[in-house]
């Protein structure tokens, strides 16, 4: 069975600070999605990385697949109060399913 | 925009009643999943289609089946619900070559 390992699993911190977020696994993926979720809202698609040591930005969000594509990481930059949320990892195995991440409650306190 | 529609944000069902949660996205895609999302577990897939007529089982089917009549439509059926059914239930979509899903609000539903 595939799994997908994050962490942490919450975070809580001041606006204006710097996390970051692992996801890693023992298998190999084809490509792996970073969704954000709101309460009461389902998860939104953030960023798909593709390509073995890709680096994706978007703003203040910096995603990376690892070399080996088992592993990625999304860093946050000067962390605002708008980035409270739930954030989910998961790969595509290529067998016709996304294999999901526990999530990482994030909390940016003002 | 993708749209995936859930027909209910909040359901509340006894234990033993058959619920049926109604799933519609607009974009014409082949794929649709169900999945449960539960505290410290992420997104649990139970059943995804392919194909109208078409099902294949998740990670977590038991208690559950479903029903895609319409290329538009996936549909979620719980045969006699149970209190460890309680949870927020997700549809989504996604075009043939499997990714981006595509979420709907979700369905919170609870079993008494």
């Known amino acids: 069975t595939q799994l997908l390992e994050q962490s942490p699993q919450f975070l809580s911190i001041q606006e204006g600070e710097n996390l970051t977020v692992y996801c890693n696994s023992s298998?190999?993926?084809?490509?792996l999605q970073w969704y954000r979720q709101e309460p009461g809202e389902g998860p939104v698609l953030l960023v798909t990385v593709v390509t073995g040591g890709e680096v994706k930005k978007l703003k203040r969000l910096t995603f990376q697949f690892g070399d080996a594509r088992k592993d990625s990481s999304l860093h946050i930059t000067a962390a605002q109060t708008g980035d409270t949320g739930l954030y989910l990892c998961a790969g595509d195995n290529q067998g016709g399913k996304l294999i999901f991440g526990q999530g990482t409650e994030l909390s940016v306190k003002p | 925009d993708v749209k995936v529609t859930q027909s209910s944000r909040y359901l509340v069902k006894r234990t033993g009643e058959k619920v049926f949660l109604e799933c519609v996205q607009d974009m014409d895609h082949e794929n649709m999943f169900w999945y449960r999302q539960d505290p410290g577990l992420g997104l649990r897939l139970i059943y995804f289609s392919y194909d109208v007529k078409m099902k294949e089982k998740g990670d977590i089917p038991e208690g559950y089946s479903v029903s895609r009549e319409k290329k538009e439509r996936f549909s979620l059926i719980l045969e006699s619900a149970s209190t460890n059914q309680t949870s927020m239930y997700l549809c989504?979509?996604?075009?043939?070559?499997?990714?981006?899903?595509?979420f709907g609000d979700g369905t919170r539903l609870s079993i008494l």
């Open positions: 989504a979509s996604s075009p043939l070559d499997r990714w981006p899903q595509h």
């Open positions: 298998s190999v993926f084809s490509s």
